[in-house]
């Protein structure tokens, strides 16, 4: 299997979404989504490298490369098993704008109890 493995100098970071909780989160960015790889029950969603890192969202996690290893599918692989695209990379699909992402993570999770939204 040809599988890449990001350097620390690639200048991204990515977003782990629980799966159940990324389809929806998909949904909800449509043509604002970049690259979505999956893995086990976990979405990646990539942000330029420091974007994400100060999110206090439960169950959600912000990966850098250089810390945490990911195993990065060729750019074709569409299905399982193990790492694969949801949605393909393109020449310009690479990364996902991380405001649209929390807004769109926020907006998949419902409002907070107690709060006024």
Do not use: K
């Amino acid at each position: 299997m040809d599988v890449a493995h990001p350097t620390t100098d690639t200048g991204w970071a990515a977003i782990r979404v629980p799966r159940i909780l990324g389809l929806t989160v998909m949904d909800i960015l449509r043509t604002r989504c970049g690259a979505v790889m999956e893995n086990d029950r976990s979405l990646y969603w990539f942000v330029a490298a420091g974007d994400g890192s100060e999110w206090d969202v439960a169950n959600i996690s912000t990966l850098d490369p250089a810390v945490d290893p990911l195993t990065i599918p060729p750019p074709r692989r569409t299905q399982g098993p193990g790492p694969h695209w949801r949605m393909c990379l393109g020449d310009d699909r690479w990364f996902t704008d991380s405001s649209a992402l929390r807004a769109a993570i926020e907006d998949a999770l419902g409002p907070v109890p107690g709060s006024d939204s």
